[in-house]
DNA sequence: CAGTATCCCAATCGATACTG
DNA sequence: CAGTATCGATTGGGATACTG
């Protein structure tokens, strides 16, 4: 039984837990307008190993920023999509994203990933 | 010497590498519109030990975040400001503390931290 | 006052192999 | 197909003591 005891949370410290990890920014992105299976995000996001790919998809399941269906058929099928308060977060992730791209440019660096903006 | 032999850069990992840091937002939070020294950051946030505070501060000024005045001074006097850039990062952490406290308050959790808006 | 220096424990993450 | 299990290397971070 959990008993969170602290009255009190930082609103900052949430939001950067819940997009913060390793691959979860980048998860989320892929996942927006989409659904996707476990073995399409692993070619989308191949320097992930399945370990990692697993435990991140778990966390922004547990924070519930992605739904998880999964089929009962063989060979197995697990969908991933956004929910409602994944979709909520996405304007962050672009406003991080549009910063994170102008100080690259400033800095005569070249801003590219898996992200990039369709509209 | 350093060589960055990677050509692309992730923009979104980039800013998040910046502020993401254990107490890098709350730093950032107290120093603005505030020049602070570091022994007044150490009292802001108590929870963070001396070498950790130090680490933070110095990760955040090589990023360009935050400017650092050393005053040739028995004792010693050190002053902490935001720099231009750190300044134009501040709405991006605003739209996080905003979506963050949404979303503690629709948990019904208690939102608070040190931060909190003035104005 | 504004840090350093050590020590040490815990969490993170990658590589690899295996399974229902 | 969609994961687990295990091991090991690396990093993060706290406690404490010391210094120019």
Redesign the interface.
């Known amino acids: 039984m959990d008993c969170?005891c602290n009255?009190?949370?930082?609103?900052?410290?949430?939001?950067?837990n819940m997009?913060?990890g390793k691959y979860k920014?980048?998860i989320l992105?892929h996942l927006t307008d989409k659904t996707l299976r476990f073995g399409e995000l692993r070619k989308l996001i191949p320097q992930a190993t399945p370990k990692m790919l697993t435990q991140q998809l778990r966390e922004l399941e547990e924070n519930h920023l992605i739904n998880r269906t999964v089929f009962p058929v063989v060979p197995p099928r697990v969908d991933y999509c956004l929910s409602d308060?994944g979709i909520?977060?996405r304007?962050?992730?672009e406003?991080?994203?549009?910063?994170?791209?102008d100080?690259?440019n400033q800095n005569g660096?070249?801003?590219?990933?898996?992200?990039t903006f369709s509209s």
């Open positions: 969170n009255a009190y949370h930082c609103p900052v410290d949430t939001t950067l997009i913060g920014a980048l992105w308060l909520s977060i304007p962050i992730l406003a991080i994203y549009t910063w994170g791209t100080y690259l660096l070249e801003a590219s990933c898996s992200m």
